[in-house]
């Protein structure tokens, strides 16, 4: 096992009517004039913008709108969001949707302290030192980010999709109402449910593999939400499993998962690409390309994915084939995958084949022009993001 | 399942020479001037407390030295506690130990801003506002103070053993090497377990018992700490088998057991009156009443004890009867103490017969004369209370 740090400073607030918390929170964390940030129509539609709203005036807090955020959201949205806040005053940012505009609030919250250019943070040029506080209104379970240090944004110009990471971006508070994700169409549902077991995933192929008790917690967080994956795509309004799979994408990127583990992030990477060129849904890019990726790097470790086939998707080991059993685990999660309506090749997730040109694009790109390796398991330069796209083609 | 709030916001830094960390995160969390509070000798021998004074040193963070806590932690020690960073200016209270020295740092550190007698909090006379911000270098992993909102004092002028809860108490930092515990005692060792396992349990047995992501979390938990209990009582240096412990003890009372549930507490309420009157180990007395405990309120939820048999417990389930599949599970867990050396009744925890008049003596208090019950899963009054002492002699 590694030594680690954990660090899940996020207050939750969980349950029915959960949204009613918002403005006494806000309150509770020093936020005296707020932006409202949110996606499309949905929030509107649904009642739960106006809900928010009224939960920040009856604590007398001003606030202001920004709605528009899209899927991989936007480097131009955070730019405008940044201006907003300047011309405002404000100083507490409320995120109400998922990871999309959680990552837009966290990219504003750190650019409004800013001189330069945000960008800057996601290309390796600056590091934060402050930022605003924000909390999040949580309506897409998936990404994690309410509770993950994490934020990932599109520069529209060029198509690149970058990622960056500060405890100092963690959510003062996530409040989560089920109820409120009833409504979410069968394949956001299953695209935020491959999410939160890559976010596991990511965490568990490692090296260091002796922790039990992390483990064990992975190992579990899986079952779960594949029987309620079944579950909520049968009954979209099942509360207790809408519930359980909410939870589970909190506790699958908090950092719980990976404590005593190397984290290994080649799938997200390599997806990054993926979602950055053709404008897909992240945890739908994620399924297309992890079967390749996993029987491209299995046999660096082929009993810790005998564990996972065990352990997490219920096979039955083949005690004289750890490798037999590491590639039924993997066809099972596949399996899982198509199960739930999702992609597990590129073609299918593009509806065209993908050409070697793009192939090689997006392997450059991963790469930063050959120079950056990605994947903690097995180390992964160009050449192998290459073949491992082709596998997934 | 139940609407929940989670808040576990201590930045934990876990792994060998940890310790080196503490000048560090002092500082982070702004403190100036710090109290060391620690217990006995063996902080002192191990060389711990000169190597966490010389990180506070490293970082220029002048300090003053309050050693002396006893297990059951006393007010007295309290006190002394509060008169001395008051006097000194003390702005961050350090606690090197388990659960009774930071239990005993957080009730200083909510007494120093107090105008009254902390003992107050304790009687529900007041609640904490302000107190001084603390951390922790944990010894002993049992206890899960380091990341819960909790504090138990006794007070010697009655024998009253009480406790307050406070988000505002939870530690800022809790460093935890495992090397650090390689030389605790067995029966200390065991004990621990038991408190973490109980620190699960007593958030387990509930009638809010269908959310499986808490429900793995915690049998998972249970599983892994009776598997490393048996490993360190058999290589005491079993670095891989400590930290999983370690952990283990944090998580356990952190909330995330909790998450959906109804706490019972009732074993630790009864368990207070036992280390109250009788000065034992907080997770030994813990063994010797669950088991009288457990029997006593089954039939509440057979089905609820049944799971925990089987899935935490390993026993095969009687698909025929939940209620057998349940008290073999109890038989299980007593199995469990009693293999790790811990008692299953007080007459072997107090090397006495208890009688009839300790045992009223102490449902007396438990029960504040009669005004108030205990428990969960189960509601017990002051005769129920009689019983399972009596179940339990």
Known sequence: MKDFNYYAPTQVAFGRKAEQATGRLVKQYGGTKVLVHYGGKSAERSGLLDAVCHALEAEHLPYVKLGGVVPNPRLSKVHEGIDLCRAEGVDFILAIGGGSVIDSAKAISMGVTYEGDVWDFFTHKAEVDTCLPLGAMLTLPAAGSEMSDATVITNEDGDLKKDYGSDKLRCKFAVMNPERTFTLPPYQTAAGVVDIIMHTLERYFSHDDDMTVTDSIAESLIRTVQDSAFKVLQQPDNYLHRAQIMWASSLSHNGLTGCGTTSDWATHFLEH?????????????????????????????????????????????????AEETALAGIEALERFFRAIGMPTSIHELIGREITDE????????????????????????????????????
């Open 358 to 393: 793009e192939i090689r694009e997006m392997s450059r790109k991963c790469s930063y022009d050959g120079t950056h390796s990605i994947g903690g398991f097995k180390v992964l330069n160009r050449e192998d993001m290459e073949h491992i796209y082709r596998a997934a083609r």
């Open 273 to 321: 690409e993926l979602s950055g060129m053709f404008d897909v849904t992240h945890g739908a890019g994620l399924a297309a390309v992890w079967g390749s990726w996993a029987r491209y790097v299995y046999l660096e470790n082929p009993t810790r994915f005998a564990q996972f086939a065990v352990n997490a998707m219920g096979v039955r080991n083949n005690f004289k084939s």
